[in-house]
Each structure stands twice: as structure tokens, then as C-alpha cells.
């Protein structure tokens, strides 16, 4: 590890994930409570939350491919420019008073946007600059520092959102992507021969038959996709209502997300140290430690029970981030990553939108308790159907042996 935070090029692409993964976290609170003072209904939640996932799905393939042939870090620098300035515009409208449901939608779909290119770019950008040995401890340290980042920064929207409102807290996101603008400026990537960029449809299809051609890919992005609709969308939708209405507010939401976060340092820490010989066994079966969150929930557990059974989610979070991000960045040729990651991305969070839409009317029909309680059984039952994919149990940790993709 001492080696890779010495290295410049690493230590200021460290530091542009970093500061987007510390505005992302405080968006969270943000936006929700922001809508629900706002007078929204838990439909209305669900939409605003949908308005910024749903150009991740459109747009992410586009973004991989983008991410493949231009500069990876030129796609992130201008993805941060365009956050900056629709989550400052956002706080103005907060502080001002002058926002309206339709202002927060509208803009969180901007940053949405500029998401789906700046992270395929971003998980690219690691093969640019991170000698391969060295790739599962860089993810390590990055997505631990976005689980500290998880860690602080929703207590401290929390604490801004009760206090002085949430357009303060947009103000603070705005202030992370320049930050991470000013990083990406100063990074410099090592040079290496350019490709061909072929046109952009032949681009997408390349990448398509690759990600066809690798069924552990396919089996660990149909998990995430599952997964997202039918357990996380409804846990982020009708969560904070819970908070909201019966455990105390956004002070109490936050604590239980510090649960997770403090499970996903632990998980990221577990990450640096752990080398599984076939590392997509683990990847795909620790989600069955979602399931007591969403049981829990569902039966309105106290604030400090609930926050307990986050960590074992936030651990599941983190090393399925590390293991299925180092497996794709090994077994994926290094022009592809960019791509793979797409694909990866759009078809993960594909049902994310659907079940932010859908979470609330759900809710409203059979009630919030079944919602959960499906979502719980279904995070079990992702697992043995992962498993059954033969190239999931047999994926090795190290390139060049043989991955049994066509199996």
C-alpha cells in the first residue's frame, strides 16, 4: 500500500474518488429529507430519487464507450465540472427557498448524467495507472476510502439538513467535485499507445459480445440488478420515511448508515488482507447478510439494533465492490474494462429505477412491511441461483489461468 499512496499519478486519482465518493455521500441525506420537506409523498420520493438513477441506466453503456476511447481522465474532470454546477445551482434553490420537487428532479438527472461517464472512466482509469499486481490494493484503499467517506459524510448532512437545511449540504457536494476537478487537472497519466477508435455502434458491439462471452460476468451483474430493484431501491425509498415518521428523523437514518459504513471499512480493510483463490464464490454469497437489515426494519427495530445490523451489510458491500471490480480489471482486456464496467453498470442498475418507483405505490398496496420482508428473502435466494453459473465457483484470482468463460 505504501508504495501505490507514494506514487503521484495514483495518490491524486486516490484523492479525485475520494472527494466524489464524500459528495455523493452527502447527497443521500440531502435529497431525501430535502424532498420530503419539500411535501413530498412516498411516490413523489421515489421519483426524485428515480430522475437520478435512470440517466445511470440510459446513459452508462455510452459512458464505457467514451471511457474507452478518449481520455479516461478528461471524461472524469468534465463529469465533475458539469456536478459542480448542478449541485451548486441545486443549493441556491434550497437556500433561497425557491426550489420545488420538479427543480431537485430535474437537476439531480444532470448529475446523473455526468455519473454514468465519470465511473467507467474512473474504474478504467486504475489499469492506466496501477501496475496489475497492485490492482485488488488500490480498489481496496479506494472503495475504503469511500466507506469512510459513507462513514462521515451522511452524519454530517444530517447534522446540516436539522440545522441550516439541506441547500448548505448541496453547497459542501458542489464544493467535493471541484476538488476532484483540481486532482484530475494536475494528474498525469503515463503515456501508451492509442488504439484504433473505431466507430461508435461497432464500439458498443465489440464490447457487447465481450460481455457475453463471459457468463461470470453476466451472473454477477444479473445478481446487482436483482439485488438493486428488489431489496436496495425500496430499503432507500421507504427507509427514510420509517426515520422520518417513527425513529427520529435524519439524525437517526444517519446513524443507522454509519452502521453500514463502519461494516464497509471493515469489509474494505478485509479486502486488503483477504486474497480468495476463487474469489467470485465469496463475491456472489455474502449478499445474504442484507437480509436482517430488511427483517429488522420491517419489524420497526430500534435505532441502535437497526445500525447493528448494517454492518454485516456494509462488509457484504465492500468486498463484493473489491472482488467483482478486481475480477473485471484482470480477466477483461485492458481496452474493454471501460466497457465491461458499463454493461456491468447498466444492466445492474437497471432495476434500481423501477424499484424507486415502484417501492412507494408497493407500499401504499400491501404495506411497507411485505416490501421489506420480499426484499430480505429475495437477497438469500440471489445467492445459490449466482452459484450455479460453473464459471462464478471457478474463476481464479490471477490472469492467465484458464476463467472457463464459456462454461
Not at 499519478?9 to 475520494?18: D, G, I, N, Q
Not at 481520455?71 to 451548486?88: F, H, Y
Not at 480498489?139 to 452524519?155: D, S, T
Not at 412507494?360 to 440471489?382: N, Q
Request: net charge positive.
Amino acid at each position: 500500500m505504501i508504495p501505490l499512496l507514494r506514487d503521484p499519478a495514483f495518490r491524486r486519482y486516490f484523492l479525485a474518488r475520494t472527494s466524489s465518493h464524500l459528495g455523493d455521500g452527502l447527497i443521500s441525506i440531502a435529497l431525501l429529507f430535502g424532498a420530503l420537506r419539500l411535501g413530498a409523498s412516498p411516490t413523489e420520493v421515489g421519483l426524485v430519487l428515480l430522475a437520478g438513477r435512470l440517466p445511470v441506466v440510459v446513459l452508462t453503456i455510452a459512458g464505457g464507450v467514451v471511457g474507452d476511447l478518449l481520455s479516461r481522465r478528461a471524461v472524469m474532470l468534465t463529469a465533475d465540472v458539469v456536478r459542480c454546477a448542478s449541485q451548486g445551482l441545486t443549493a441556491a434553490l434550497l437556500i433561497t427557498d425557491t426550489a420545488a420537487l420538479w427543480h431537485l428532479a430535474a437537476l439531480q438527472a444532470v448529475a446523473g448524467a455526468a455519473n454514468a461517464f465519470f465511473a467507467p472512466a474512473a474504474a478504467g482509469l486504475v489499469a492506466d495507472v496501477v501496475p496489475e499486481a497492485q490492482r485488488r490494493q488500490a480498489n481496496a484503499l479506494v472503495n475504503g476510502a469511500q466507506n469512510a467517506a459513507i462513514l462521515v459524510a451522511p452524519a454530517v448532512s444530517a447534522a446540516l439538513v436539522a440545522t441550516v437545511g439541506a441547500g448548505v449540504s448541496f453547497a459542501v457536494d458542489a464544493a467535493t467535485f471541484a476538488i476532484s476537478a483540481v486532482a484530475l487537472v494536475t494528474l498525469k497519466v503515463p503515456d501508451k499507445p492509442m488504439p484504433a477508435r473505431p466507430a461508435l455502434f461497432d464500439a458498443i458491439r465489440h464490447g457487447w459480445r465481450d460481455f457475453r462471452a463471459r457468463p461470470w460476468l453476466q451472473a454477477t451483474t444479473v445478481q446487482v440488478a436483482v439485488i438493486n430493484g428488489v431489496c436496495i431501491s425500496p430499503f432507500l425509498v421507504l427507509g427514510p420515511i420509517i426515520a422520518e415518521q417513527r425513529l427520529g428523523g435524519p439524525l437517526a437514518w444517519a446513524f443507522i448508515g454509519n452502521g453500514f459504513a463502519v461494516g464497509a471499512l471493515l469489509g474494505s480493510a478485509l479486502a486488503l488482507r483477504w486474497r480468495p483463490r476463487h474469489p467470485l464464490r465469496v463475491a456472489v454469497t455474502i449478499p445474504v447478510a442484507l437480509a436482517p437489515l430488511l427483517v429488522l426494519l420491517a419489524h420497526g427495530a430500534p435505532v441502535p439494533v437497526l445500525a447493528a445490523a448494517a454492518l454485516p451489510a456494509g462488509v457484504q458491500s465492500a468486498l463484493y465492490a473489491v472482488l467483482t471490480d478486481t475480477a473485471r480489471q484482470v480477466h477483461v482486456p485492458a481496452d474493454l474494462v471501460a466497457r465491461a464496467t458499463g454493461f456491468s453498470t447498466v444492466v445492474g442498475l437497471a432495476a434500481a429505477p423501477l424499484g424507486m418507483a415502484l417501492a412507494g405505490p408497493a407500499a401504499e398496496r400491501v404495506g411497507t412491511h411485505t416490501v421489506l420482508l420480499a426484499g430480505a428473502l429475495v437477497a438469500v435466494l440471489s445467492a445459490p441461483a449466482a452459484l450455479a453459473v460453473r464459471s462464478v465457483r471457478r474463476l481464479p484470482a490471477e490472469a492467465g489461468v484458464k476463467t472457463l468463460d464459456k462454461a
